[in-house]
């Protein structure tokens, strides 16, 4: 059991630090909205005595680790099994209609990364899966042999942000054609083939885009990101906040609008005074992204990418 959870949490100090303001001396109630294998929800438990935490996974499997992981803190932890964007309905469900904090780590975790049979990492042959719930939806398989070129280069470009999207998707297409993928050695071969000489020298494992673009595709990823990031912000108390964590710059930019959005008066430009209304509902708490430090990095290399963003209600949530 302790191996299962060896895995660091990113920036851990940094977000209770964050979350201190809302959550310290009160009996509060937060959302872990992407619990995985429990780690930031632990150091939250651990940190505030008077927390009551909700715990949102879709990937059953992480459900059960962190419940195990977890389970010394008896009723002050509720484990859902959800999508995050699906928040309000578990609120509702629950008989709350505001919580005190919000917590989202995006992205793949590192129990899904290490489990073989799931297909997220390149590094390892394994089944084209890359479902976070492994008990619905299509996997990555079923997008590289049904998908038409035209959308596999969308996908490519827009979420794996690949130069090369047109020349990898001419080669899928020709291989699919020979037979249908259905492990990822195969497809990473082919990325390799695919990509310029002078890229792979340069550009990171030539699988890294395509596989990260595979996986936002297959889990809807940033579709139900900005969904969820309203939703979280619409639950929020006067004086609660939300801590996001984002790995690349597509989630790092629905969050920052998200609260950019909230963060700023609509009251027209030139009037004397704000109107009554039109002020802002957030603060805006971190100075753009924060980053994690050398040291962190050194120790937790997960970290090197992370973007972490905070922002605090300041007003009610408009009607």
């Given at each position: 059991m302790a191996a299962e959870f060896a895995h660091v949490p990113v920036m851990t100090e940094r977000v209770l630090e964050l979350f201190a303001p809302a959550l310290d001396g009160r009996a509060a109630v937060a959302i872990d909205a992407t619990t995985g294998l429990?780690?930031?929800?632990?150091?939250?438990?651990t940190r505030f005595p008077r927390l009551t935490l909700i715990g949102l996974d879709r990937d059953p499997h992480a459900l059960e680790r962190s419940g195990a992981r977890l389970a010394k803190f008896g009723?002050?932890?509720e484990?859902?099994?959800?999508?995050?964007?699906?928040?309000?309905?578990?609120?509702?469900?629950?008989?709350?209609?505001?919580?005190d904090g919000v917590?989202?780590?995006l992205g793949v975790s590192s129990m899904q990364l290490d489990a073989?049979?799931?297909?997220?990492?390149?590094?390892r042959d394994a089944p084209l899966d890359m479902r976070m719930d492994p008990t619905t939806g299509q996997t990555a398989a079923d997008v590289l042999n049904t998908y038409e070129p035209g959308e596999l280069v969308r996908i490519l470009r827009d979420y794996g942000e690949e130069r090369f999207a047109q020349r990898i998707v001419k080669a899928?297409?020709?291989e699919r054609a020979r037979e249908p993928f259905d492990r990822s050695e195969r497809l990473v071969r082919l990325l390799y083939d695919a990509v310029p000489a002078a890229s792979r020298r340069t550009g990171g494992h030539p699988a890294k885009r395509t596989f990260q673009a595979l996986r936002i595709e297959v889990n809807g990823e940033l579709e139900v990101l900005r969904r969820a990031v309203p939703a979280a912000l619409a639950a929020l108390s006067v004086g609660g906040r939300i801590v996001l964590e984002s790995y690349h710059s597509l989630e790092d930019r629905i969050v920052k609008q998200a609260l950019g959005q909230l963060a700023k008066s609509r009251t027209p430009p030139g009037l004397p005074v704000e109107l009554p209304?039109?002020?802002?509902?957030?603060?805006?708490?971190?100075?753009?992204?924060?980053?994690?430090?050398?040291?962190?990095?050194?120790?937790?290399?997960?970290?090197?990418?992370?973007?972490?963003?905070?922002?605090e209600r300041i007003k009610e949530a408009d009607a």
């Open positions: 429990g780690g930031h929800s632990e150091a939250l438990l009723d002050r932890v484990l859902v099994h959800a999508v995050y964007d699906t928040l309000p309905e578990v609120l509702d469900r629950l008989g709350l209609s505001r919580v917590m989202f780590d073989e049979e799931r297909g997220f990492a390149y590094a899928i297409v020709a209304g039109h002020g802002p509902e957030l603060k805006l708490i971190t100075r753009g992204a924060e980053k994690a430090s050398e040291a962190e990095i050194e120790q937790n290399p997960r970290a090197a990418s992370v973007r972490l963003r905070v922002a």
